[in-house]
């Protein structure tokens, strides 16, 4: 038996069109869910819009990682480019988010080898951090599934990571090109007995970037031991990444019109480090019953420096002295002595955010699979449970500092001395879950599960008693789904399902209206958050045609006591977190593939997304010129920021000769509105459509020199967007305060694949 679970997650309502990238649609498909057993289910039988991809799908788009394969292929996808550090993108998903930033409002639940691996202290997800060359299979599963315990609220990501059993090969390749970009990968696995296997790859990538002072590194190695006897599995794997990112984000649009490489201010750097180990067990007890479970421990390290505009500047009270200026009122800055801080052009113009956050998790889970007959029909139950535990320490402070002509931060020396945070937090979830397949007849399924969670946190404040708390959620989700298969080809499905997110510590130490945090850099007392709990209904059809599949579906997701980051400053980062009530995303989703041929395959996909408020309340939004005294009224109806309301999709490859071929796709997406225009007042995004393509060339059966192109008819675009106040920077002449993140240019890379 497969040691990666067989997925319960499947088996709930996962009401799977089960959209395979590249390929024909396969009879059964295999699921990666929340324990790592493996399970062959019958199609007919799953009930949701999944997406399937594998490591050959990756390699073919020539795609940089998990996150640009999945922007460029998968349905009602989309990125945000906030950062602007290719490393360091925000998915959407169905208007859900999973980022690398502290501060969203985290709705996808993402697996690696049935591990869940969102970040504890913030639930974000650092892409960076997945080692992209041991990704085998990618299952992108929507709806609220209970299955896939906290944070699914959108969907999930399930990652399954390749083995020696698998991938039998050794393989190296490199490219190099458009911003000094290097990319070197290498993997091997086989077997070293008929019980025993072995994978392992490594790969380092290193960039200038294409904006001004935005370099990338990146390095990850990731290995594999299998024991694999008759009745028994054992997967254990290691993960060492280690990257420096630097992305230094939105500049304003009219810095953007004479040059779009130039930045605002400088640096934005984030270091981040992981080690990770996970053991999974697969044993079958007999012909209906079998045993799986996991255990893992995951150390990660993310220390950031950014450089800043400033909210400080010479008080008019007490002149030669430093203030912090707030709605009007000046605060005397006293440094780390209470002295307060003299004025001086060293410490006028910036500000300098370090952070350093530490997180060390460990788990474990074990699941029961029974497959037997109930009333003369199939039948499956699986049964559950999990336990994770994570132990947190956070630390930050403001530097004073100036702006150098490059627009560098400059560090003076003086530090606000009420800025030091010193957080320990402590996390533990607690779940128990079911799922129950029942073969109603021969063209009929239906499917109940259920997850029960109950999450702990702890907040000890390290240099006082304002952050200090302890907070307790709970709830059953449960889920339903039904398939009917009414002809042959064709397949109807319907599910209901629920999730829900617990409020993480980052959002319980700063949810206050009145003192607002600049994250990740500050924290202030709790006011109490309420759980957001997600609620989706998922319709539609699905068939088989001659060489491929299509599928038409459309969903309703709505979120009760949606937490959402307030903006409340001039900064990106400076705002409150808070519960808004309602939220709703609804959509049409179509997708279609084909293999008419050996030598052709191609796949088009269209999304529409239709993500609004259902409460009236008003945000903060100074810089917004439509803004009344600073506030934005937002009312049922508007539309949530950047989440564009259409998405397309097209892509195929064509094999002109034997050695000879042609990989291209097409992503075009409308406009969207940007951060802090929750009224919906001002004009969104320019609407935009990219073009990217591969060349390959077989030299031989073990080798292949390529041409990757990006953007080929160097569309300009923007995929994020917010306001700002540029004058204080940039002088006078600049007014607009729109402030925009450029997509890439045009760009080319060679490279060499062999296999041997």
Not at 346 to 361: H, K, M, P, S, Y
């Amino acid at each position: 038996m497969s040691l990666h679970l067989r997925c319960v997650l499947f088996a709930v309502l996962c009401s799977c069109d089960t959209h395979v990238v590249g390929q024909q649609l396969l009879e059964t498909v295999e699921v990666v869910g929340t324990t790592p057993l493996g399970l062959g289910l019958d199609v007919d039988r799953i009930a949701s819009n999944t997406q399937i991809a594998t490591s050959e799908d990756l390699r073919e788009r020539g795609a940089l990682d998990l996150t640009d394969f999945i922007n460029r292929t998968f349905v009602s996808v989309s990125i945000n480019e906030a950062q602007n550090n290719p490393l360091q993108p925000d998915i959407r998903y169905r208007g859900f988010v999973g980022s690398p930033l502290l501060g969203l409002p985290q709705g996808i639940a993402v697996y690696q080898d049935a591990v869940r691996i969102n970040e504890p202290f913030g639930d974000t997800v650092n892409w960076a951090l997945i080692p992209q060359s041991a990704i085998d299979t990618i299952h992108l599963i929507p709806g609220s599934n209970p299955l896939f315990g906290l944070n699914a609220l959108g969907g999930a990501i399930s990652i399954r990571t390749k083995d020696g059993f698998t991938h039998q090969s050794n393989s190296v390749a490199i490219l190099g090109g458009s911003f000094s970009r290097i990319k070197v990968e290498a993997e091997t696995g086989g077997q070293v007995s008929d019980d025993l296997g072995y994978f392992v790859t490594a790969s380092h990538l290193e960039e200038d970037g294409w904006r001004n002072f935005s370099p990338t590194d990146a390095t990850q190695l990731f290995s594999k031991l299998t024991w694999q006897l008759d009745q028994t599995r054992i997967d254990t794997s290691l993960s060492l990444i280690d990257t420096d990112l630097v992305g230094n984000g939105a500049a304003p649009i009219e810095l953007l019109s004479t040059d779009r490489q130039e930045i605002f201010t400088r640096p934005d750097r984030t270091q981040g480090k992981l080690t990770q180990i996970i053991t999974g067990i697969s044993h079958t007890i007999s012909d209906q019953l079998s045993l799986t479970g996991n255990v893992y421990a995951r150390h990660s390290d993310t220390v950031t420096h950014n450089g800043d505009d400033s909210d400080f500047e010479e008080c008019e009270s007490s002149p030669h002295l430093i203030c912090r200026i707030e709605n009007g009122d000046e605060e005397i800055v006293l440094d780390l002595s209470g002295i307060p801080v003299p004025i001086n052009e060293n410490v006028e113009g910036a500000t300098i955010n370090r952070t350093n956050l530490e997180q060390n998790g460990f788990g474990i889970s074990l699941q029961l699979d029974w497959e037997t007959t109930l009333v003369d029909r199939e039948n499956q139950f699986i049964v559950g449970i999990g336990h994770d535990k994570s132990n947190i320490e956070f630390l930050s402070n403001l530097e004073l500092g100036s702006l150098d002509a490059t627009r560098k931060a400059i560090p003076s020396g003086f530090f606000v001395g009420d800025s030091f945070t010193r957080l320990k937090t402590n996390n533990e979830n607690a779940s128990l879950y079911f799922s129950d397949i029942f073969s109603a007849s021969d063209a009929m399924a239906i499917t109940i599960s259920g997850r029960y969670n109950r999450t702990r946190i702890n907040l000890r404040d390290q240099l006082g008693t304002a952050l200090s708390g302890n907070h307790e959620f709970e709830r059953f989700n449960p889920a339903l789904g039904l398939t009917y298969r009414f002809t042959e080809n064709k397949t109807f499905f319907a599910s209901y399902s629920e999730s829900n997110r617990a409020p993480s510590p980052v959002e319980l130490t700063c949810a206050d209206e009145n003192d607002p945090c600049r994250l990740p850099n500050a924290f202030l007392a709790d006011p109490p958050l309420a759980q957001v709990i997600a609620k989706t209904y998922e319709v539609g059809i699905r068939g088989i045609w001659t060489g491929g599949n299509w599928s038409a579906g459309t969903f309703l997701t709505t979120n009760s006591n949606d937490i959402l980051f307030i903006s409340a400053g001039t900064l990106t980062n400076e705002g409150f977190f808070d519960n808004v009530g309602q939220t709703q995303r609804k959509g049409l989703e179509l997708s279609i593939n084909n293999q008419p041929t050996q030598q052709i395959n191609w796949f088009a996909n269209y999304s529409y997304l239709k993500a609004v408020f259902r409460e009236n309340f008003a945000v903060p939004s100074p810089n917004n010129p439509a803004a009344i005294e600073g506030r934005m009224s937002v009312k049922p109806g508007d539309r949530l920021p950047l989440i564009p309301d259409h998405l397309l999709k097209v892509g195929g490859q064509i094999s002109v000769t034997e050695k000879f071929s042609i990989n291209g796709d097409l992503l075009a997406t409308s406009g969207q509105y940007l951060r802090g225009d929750e009224s919906n007042l001002m004009e969104k995004t320019t609407p935009y459509m990219v073009i990217n393509a591969r060349l390959e060339y077989r030299l031989n059966e073990g080798t292949i020199f390529f041409l990757a192109m990006n953007n080929l008819l160097d569309e300009k675009y923007e995929t994020f967007g917010l306001f700002g106040e540029p004058s204080e920077v940039l002088g006078e002449n600049f007014k607009n305060n729109r402030f925009l993140s450029p997509g890439a240019p045009r760009a080319a890379w060679l490279g060499l694949r062999m296999t041997f």
